[in-house]
């Protein structure tokens, strides 16, 4: 797979690529071993001895987890890697759908044993919005229950229906020493520590070898029109054509390559090098970066002589310094250089641009189209912001920003610590946007949300260890919404007021019915002009308006649907503000005469136990309201999956751990919103 030729362009040999995966699944022991293979580090760190590169901060090796999205730098084969170690846990999953925004390609890591978990779909799905091009490693080869076709039957059942195995593996379980590489026919061994061995084929699997590589000829023909006019010609692919078509079916997506290895025993990451190099795309392969100005679309390809258009997707306060991680798309930065941040709408200086090795950083003078860089000297720059050549102002579609589902009320035990905790919530913020700060109006707390109740404990301990702050943190709360459960035909609301000027006069007709699709639906059936266009979109406007509240507790309203059927203007008194009010009064009106019912969040949980703890998560389960959805046995433990409001999980991981003996794991997801009991109110 490796092309030993220098490249044409030096962008050809850049790769931008992100380690996905579920939790446990092994991801930043396989970036570990990616730097030690790479000789950037000299020493393999370990997860579970605390010694990772990118698991630098203390709460990670505290815990054990990847919560911080890392970037690390490496070289192989002629070829520069910059590569983003991603977090694993749903909770985190902003922090993926950041990397995810700025990458090329992607490693999707897989256990050998459990295949395709949940979490891995999530992750999954989302380098599918964004098309990134993605390489599967099923990971963990050495386990007991391994089983490589296993896991590629989960892969295409689960996930995409073309996965194209390249290797065959070399013994099993705690046998397991190398792989077949079937693209170039050839034996990959490891023994020990020793370096990998190139060798022939073993003959007890040379016929096994033989029948994989031609399912996988036949496999490639199928999808690749070029492999499939010389498989007809010659009845075989050669190795050039073969790797060949697996990088363009990479590219297109058309097809996953999938390797196998174990990460911790340093068995099968030379080849998973040498096929991102081969076949992910570099920043040339991929197309160009598109945005806007003066409301017309502009691409800017990776040229590092165009206009600079740079997206920033992360923001870290180090004690040192405020750190923004830039992907530059387009044209060169230098330090001391001026840039137009589009998204704040003012200049900014680059003080320094900085090579990132997680925590430690090289410093470098100036970097070009394709490079993920770190730069010191921003000051209002946030994650989503473009930043761009003055005299080129481009505006790039920042990364979406999850709503938040689960809150915490935070209190200082220090009445003099109040500007302090203040300050340390927007740092917060700034850092991870998917946090949300809020005052209370009703209760004064200050109200802090996140994605779930591991966020939320990981921003609390943030606080308490970097700024030395002592916080009362209140039990969580969710996120509800309201929606119609019966609407309401033929409200009339008329809007009048005179105070002594111009008054204001409106009148609309609405109709109210549940809408099944969720969101908010908004329709005219005005006829003969009795509402004029312009005061039709007043109405929405103020319709619009009057979501952000419900008449049970105040909570946003979904699910609806309301139609406009007539109205009445005054030839003076009439205007859009006038019409505005009365959409926005009227709907408020028209909600307290529906039948509304409150919604509640809810959340796929995926449990897995040993067989013998079945019993007693079932009925934990039941206890919080969870409606199981299925149940399978894996390699000797239960998977249980259930629908489960959020409400009901706090303190799950705390009660599982108790029932299973320390044996049991749980993920969730967040699905979408349910009635709550005893929600519906008719009125």
């Known amino acids: 797979m490796r092309t030993h030729n220098p490249s044409p362009h030096p962008l050809a040999a850049v790769r931008n690529l992100g380690i996905l995966a579920h939790v446990d699944a092994g991801k930043t022991t396989v970036t570990e071993r990616i730097l030690f293979a790479t000789g950037t580090t000299h020493k393999r760190g370990e997860v579970h001895d605390g010694t990772t590169v990118t698991d630098f901060d203390p709460q990670e090796r505290d815990r054990g987890i990847t919560i911080f999205a890392a970037a690390v730098s490496c070289a192989w084969d002629g070829h520069r890697i910059n590569l983003i170690d991603t977090p694993g846990h749903v909770d985190f999953a902003d922090e993926v759908e950041r990397a995810l925004r700025v990458l090329d390609g992607a490693v999707a890591v897989f256990d050998a044993v459990a295949g395709v978990e949940p979490q891995s779909e999530s992750v999954w799905r989302q380098a599918d919005r964004h098309g990134v091009p993605r390489i599967a490693f099923v990971n963990k080869m050495d386990r007991a229950g391994a089983d490589l076709d296993a896991a590629v039957a989960s892969i295409r059942q689960r996930l995409h229906p073309a996965p194209l195995v390249v290797q065959l593996p070399v013994g099993a379980e705690d046998a397991f020493t190398g792989v077949v590489d079937l693209v170039r026919m050839r034996a990959l061994l490891w023994t020990g520590d020793e370096a990998m061995q190139d060798v022939p084929v073993p003959s007890d699997l040379r016929d096994e070898a033989l029948a994989r590589r031609r399912a996988l000829e036949e496999a490639v023909a199928e999808l690749h029109p070029g492999a499939l006019e010389e498989f007809c010609e010659s009845g075989t692919l050669s190795g050039p054509t073969l790797s060949s078509a697996l990088r363009d079916l990479t590219r297109s997506g058309d097809g996953v390559v999938v390797l196998c290895g174990s990460a911790y025993r340093n068995r099968g990451v ?108 921003l000051k209002s720059a946030r994650a989503g912001s473009t930043l761009c050549a003055p005299d080129a102002p481009l505006l790039l579609e920042p990364p979406g920003v999850p709503e938040p589902v689960v809150s915490v009320a935070v209190e200082c035990r220090r009445a003099g610590d109040t500007d302090r905790l203040a300050s340390g919530l927007a740092r917060l913020t700034e850092e991870d946007p998917s946090l949300a700060v809020r005052t209370d109006p009703e209760t004064g707390q200050t109200v802090l949300s996140g994605m779930g109740e591991l966020h939320l404990e990981v921003a609390v301990e943030k606080l308490r260890r970097d700024l030395g702050l002592e916080v009362n943190v209140g039990r969580p709360r969710v996120s509800h919404r309201e929606t119609v459960g019966r609407g309401v035909t033929g409200l009339v609301y008329r809007h009048v007021k005179q105070d002594g000027g111009a008054g204001q006069f409106a009148q609309v007709v609405l109709d109210v019915e549940p809408y099944e699709e969720g969101g908010f639906a908004f329709r005219s059936a005005v006829v003969g002009g009795r509402v004029p266009q312009e005061y039709v979109r007043a109405v929405e406007a103020g319709c619009r308006d009057a979501l952000a509240e419900g008449p049970l507790g105040g909570h946003p309203v979904t699910g609806l649907r309301v139609t406009l059927t007539d109205g009445a203007t005054h030839v003076k008194d009439s205007s859009d503000t006038a019409f505005r009010t009365a959409g926005r009064l009227g709907l408020r009106e028209a909600l307290h005469a529906c039948a509304m019912v409150l919604l509640e969040p809810v959340v796929e949980v995926t449990v897995t136990v040993p067989e013998d703890a079945v019993g007693g998560v079932l009925g934990d389960l039941a206890a919080r309201r969870g409606r199981v959805t299925g149940s399978v046995t894996r390699a000797g433990a239960a998977v249980v999956t259930a629908t489960v409001p959020l409400a009901e999980l706090f303190g799950y991981a705390t009660r599982l751990r108790s029932r299973t003996q320390g044996r049991g794991t749980f993920t969730a997801r967040p699905t979408g919103y349910a009635p709550a009991p005893a929600a519906t109110v008719v009125r």
């Open 270 to 377: 030379e080849p998973l090098l040498d096929a991102v190099v081969a076949w992910l795309p570099s920043p040339l392969d991929v197309p160009p970066v598109r945005g806007t100005h003066d409301g017309r679309e502009h691409a800017r390809h990776a040229d590092p002589a165009a206009p600079t258009a740079a997206l920033a997707f992360k923001v870290h306060a180090t004690p040192t310094g405020r750190l923004t991680y830039l992907r530059i798309y387009s044209g060169t930065i230098e330090k001391g250089d001026t840039l137009w941040d589009a998204t704040a709408r003012r200049t900014e200086r680059i003080g320094r641009i900085l090579r990132v090795q997680a925590d430690r950083h090289a410093p470098l003078d100036r970097a070009v189209a394709g490079d993920i860089v770190a730069v010191v000297g």
